[in-house]
Structure formats: C-alpha cells, structure tokens
C-alpha cells in the first residue's frame, strides 16, 4: 500500500508479487510527468478560470507543472515515445515537429541517453556533427536554418532518413541539368 511518504510492505510477501509491485511503481513514476502534464493541459483547456485553483491543490511547483504540460502539448500521445523519458522529449519539444521525431527516432535506434541527445543536439547546432562515412568528402556548406528545417520536412514526408534524403535529391537536380 502506498502512502505520502513511503510505501507499506507486508511482512511476507511473495517474490513474483514484489516484483510486479516493483515494476508498477517504476511505472507510475516513469509516466508521472506526462501525466501531470496532461492533467495541467485538460485543465487549462476545461476549467481554464479555475485550473490554477487545481493546481495548487496538487501542492506541485507551478513553473514545474507549466514545463511538464508544455512538453505534453507539444507531443501528442501518438508521437512519445515510450522507450525514451520524458526528459529526451523535453530536450527536442521547442523544434517542428518533424525535426523533434527525427531526433527522437536517433536517440531510440542508437540508445542515447537524455544527455547523450542534449549534446548531439549541441553538436548539430555548432556545426559540428560526425559525417558519415563516405568515399568522396563534400565542401562545408553554411544553410539558414529555416531552409535545413524546410529539407527536413520534405524528407520526413517519404519517411526517408535526412541525409538519404539530400543525396536523392541531389541526384534528381544532377539527371535533371545533364539530361538523363
């Protein structure tokens, strides 16, 4: 039984048991952001004149409250991601959406961290991410950002991995001047 400060465990309590309450609690606190989050935004939305009466009722802080319904609004159900936290969520919630899916699909395929994600997003920005391997290097080129934004939606439209993306796009201008 769980109470305010703790939880209450009977004297004897069966392994397989323990092991689901276990993993139950893990659970409720793995989801406990996005759920308050999603609890702020329905009241914001439904008792928009009494919501902040609600919410300090929760005895949460409020700043607290606004950043986990700012990430909730931000992705719906149908795009988090259960194999990442709430954090990794949070670190891409301020891009396009389509920008933010493709970061989360990165940190999902190669098992990133919150951190990990937060300095590879450093990275990007600075100009300074790994090239992938490839026989010929390419010139640096300095692109607005509005522009590499504008790339990637139209790749994320196929489905195609961005850089995919660019080299197809690049072959298709090349066929189009030689005539192919």
């Given at each position: 039984?769980?109470?305010?400060?703790?939880?209450?465990?009977?004297?004897?309590?069966?392994?397989?048991?323990?092991?689901?309450a276990?993993?139950?609690?893990?659970q409720?606190?793995?989801?406990?952001?996005?759920?308050?989050g999603?609890?702020?935004?329905?009241?914001?939305?439904?008792?928009?004149?009494?919501?902040?009466?609600?919410?300090q009722?929760?005895?949460?802080?409020y700043?607290?409250l606004?950043?986990?319904?700012?990430?909730?609004?931000?992705?719906?159900?149908?795009?988090?991601?259960?194999?990442?936290?709430?954090?990794?969520?949070?670190?891409?919630?301020?891009?396009?959406?389509?920008?933010a899916?493709?970061?989360?699909?990165?940190?999902?395929?190669?098992?990133?961290?919150?951190?990990?994600?937060?300095?590879?997003?450093?990275?990007?920005?600075?100009g300074?991410?790994a090239?992938?391997?490839?026989?010929?290097?390419?010139?640096?080129?300095?692109?607005?950002?509005?522009?590499?934004?504008?790339w990637?939606?139209?790749a994320?439209?196929?489905?195609?991995?961005f850089?995919?993306?660019?080299?197809?796009?690049?072959?298709?201008?090349?066929?189009?001047?030689?005539?192919?």
């Amino acid at each position: 039984m769980t109470t305010r400060v703790g939880l209450k465990i009977p004297a004897i309590l069966p392994y397989d048991r323990w092991e689901k309450a276990g993993l139950h609690i893990f659970q409720i606190a793995d989801s406990s952001a996005w759920c308050l989050g999603d609890w702020l935004v329905y009241g914001q939305e439904r008792y928009a004149d009494r919501y902040r009466t609600g919410v300090q009722a929760a005895g949460l802080d409020y700043q607290t409250l606004r950043n986990y319904a700012w990430v909730a609004r931000h992705f719906e159900l149908g795009r988090r991601r259960e194999n990442l936290s709430f954090g990794h969520h949070a670190e891409v919630a301020s891009l396009p959406p389509a920008q933010a899916d493709t970061w989360l699909d990165r940190a999902e395929q190669h098992g990133w961290s919150r951190n990990r994600l937060r300095l590879q997003l450093r990275e990007s920005r600075q100009g300074n991410r790994a090239a992938p391997l490839a026989r010929v290097s390419l010139p640096r080129i300095s692109v607005p950002v509005d522009r590499v934004e504008r790339w990637r939606d139209a790749a994320s439209k196929v489905e195609g991995d961005f850089e995919e993306w660019i080299l197809v796009a690049l072959d298709r201008a090349a066929a189009h001047e030689l005539g192919d």
